[in-house]
Each structure stands twice: as structure tokens, then as C-alpha cells.
């Protein structure tokens, strides 16, 4: 069975750093592209960044890029987003989730973290 | 960017009727030499993550049920669910993923019981 677990959310002061982590089960994680989605407090989902299986192509949404950071661990199954100079209208929900090659869009999701941007 | 727009943003609908729900996109999706449009459709209910329910506008995911349905093709897509179940209630969004990137979502539609 899928399964992505997402960890590392919590309450952080404007200008803060905070490091998600998503651990990956029930397949072969280095086989590939998983991407960040999040979702504000009654909002929509808005769509965060995503990395190719090995790690070498990333890319961001011109609100995060240059302060978030994805990665991945393949030998441990875990995927990542460092986020810093946390900006207020970061406050979401962080959702890590799977890109499926012959379904093309994203077809697991984990439960999501919460990240709280307040002073 | 592609931008995403969803109608209606809410709508009510009785038990076993149809709900038809519309996503227009500010460019085509369509990847002519593939013949894909690179467009998803996801049901979220609250406090759920999103769960996909049709992905190259009109293939239905293992497991969803066949009263949900994808059409379109381009910038106008459809969403169909062809008579209104209980649990059908939540927020549907679409997803475009034929840019590299931003990926990005409509703004959501909302359905209720009338």
C-alpha cells in the first residue's frame, strides 16, 4: 500500500526556517517525481515545487523560489522541503504527493503538516 | 502562467440528480503530438488531502465510480457526476499539469445537498 507520511510542521515566527520531511512507503521511491502542494486556512491548493526521481531537476512557484529548497533522500525514502524566511501567507497546510508517469497528474497524497507562519 | 478558472464556485444539488461542474484553462492543455490534455480532477472532503479522480480529462481513476465523468478537450473541460450521492459532497478542484512548470488548480467548487 502507498504511503506518504508527512512530518516537521509546527508554529514559527516570521522569518523562521522549518524543514518538512515526507516518508515514502509501498513503492519505489526513486522511481519518481514527487512535488510539494499547500493549501492556506479556506483556501484552495496551490501547487509548490517538485523533484525529478535522482534528485538533479527541481523547480518552484515564483512565491517560494529562492527561500524553499526540495530534496530527496533516496536511500531513506524520504523526500523534503527546507523552508525559510517563513513569510506569514505561508500558513498552509504542506502536502507531499506522488507524480505518477502513466497517470500524469498526482495520484497519492499524504495526510499533510501544518505550518503556522505567526509571531 | 496557466490560469485555472472553475464555475460555478459553489453549487446544490438533490439526490440523484446531475452535477455538472466547468474548468476553463487561459491556454490549451492539449499536447497535440501526445493527443493528452494534461488536466485532473480531484475531490477533497474536509479535513482529507485531495483524491484523484480523473486524469487526462477524461479517464477515471481505479476504484472511482462510474456516475463521475471527465470531458473537454483544449481550454474547457467538464466534470460530471451523474446522479448526486451523499458522499459526493466536498470541494472539486482542477489540476493542470501541462506546464514546466507552475502546476496550478482551479479555485474549487463546492457541492451540496439540496
Known amino acids: 500500500e502507498v504511503q506518504l507520511v508527512e512530518s516537521g510542521g509546527g508554529l514559527v515566527q516570521p522569518g523562521g526556517s522549518l524543514r518538512l520531511s515526507c516518508a515514502a512507503s509501498?513503492?519505489?521511491?526513486?522511481?519518481?517525481?514527487m512535488h510539494w502542494v499547500r493549501q492556506g486556512p479556506g483556501n484552495g491548493l496551490m501547487w509548490v515545487s517538485r523533484?525529478?526521481?535522482?534528485?538533479?531537476?527541481?523547480n518552484y512557484a515564483d512565491s517560494v523560489k529562492g527561500r524553499f529548497t526540495i530534496s530527496r533522500d533516496n536511500a531513506k525514502n524520504t523526500l523534503y522541503l527546507q523552508m525559510n524566511s517563513l513569510r506569514v501567507e505561508d500558513s498552509a497546510v504542506y502536502y507531499c504527493?506522488?507524480?505518477?508517469?502513466?497517470?500524469?497528474?498526482?495520484?497519492?497524497w499524504g495526510q499533510g503538516t501544518l505550518v503556522t507562519v505567526s509571531s | 502562467d496557466i490560469v485555472m478558472t472553475q464555475s460555478p464556485d459553489s453549487l446544490a444539488v438533490s439526490l440523484g440528480e446531475r452535477a455538472t461542474i466547468n474548468c476553463k484553462s487561459s491556454?490549451?492543455?492539449?499536447?497535440?503530438?501526445?493527443?493528452?490534455?494534461?488536466l485532473a480532477w480531484y475531490q477533497q472532503k474536509p479535513g482529507q488531502p485531495p483524491k484523484l479522480l480523473i486524469y487526462?480529462?477524461?479517464t477515471r481513476d481505479s476504484g472511482v465510480p462510474d456516475r463521475f465523468s471527465g470531458s473537454g478537450s483544449g481550454t474547457d473541460f467538464t466534470l460530471t457526476i451523474s446522479s448526486l450521492q451523499a458522499e459526493d459532497v466536498a470541494v472539486y478542484y482542477c489540476?493542470?499539469?501541462?506546464?514546466?512548470?507552475?502546476?496550478?488548480f482551479g479555485q474549487g467548487t463546492k457541492v451540496e445537498i439540496k
Open positions: 523533484i525529478n526521481s535522482d534528485g538533479t531537476t527541481t
Open positions: 504527493a506522488r507524480r505518477d508517469v502513466i497517470v500524469g497528474a498526482l495520484d497519492y
Open positions: 509501498g513503492f519505489t521511491f526513486s522511481d519518481y517525481w
Open positions: 491556454q490549451s492543455v492539449l499536447y497535440s503530438s501526445k493527443n493528452k490534455n494534461y
Open positions: 487526462w480529462a477524461s
Open positions: 489540476l493542470q499539469y501541462y506546464s514546466t512548470p507552475p502546476w496550478t
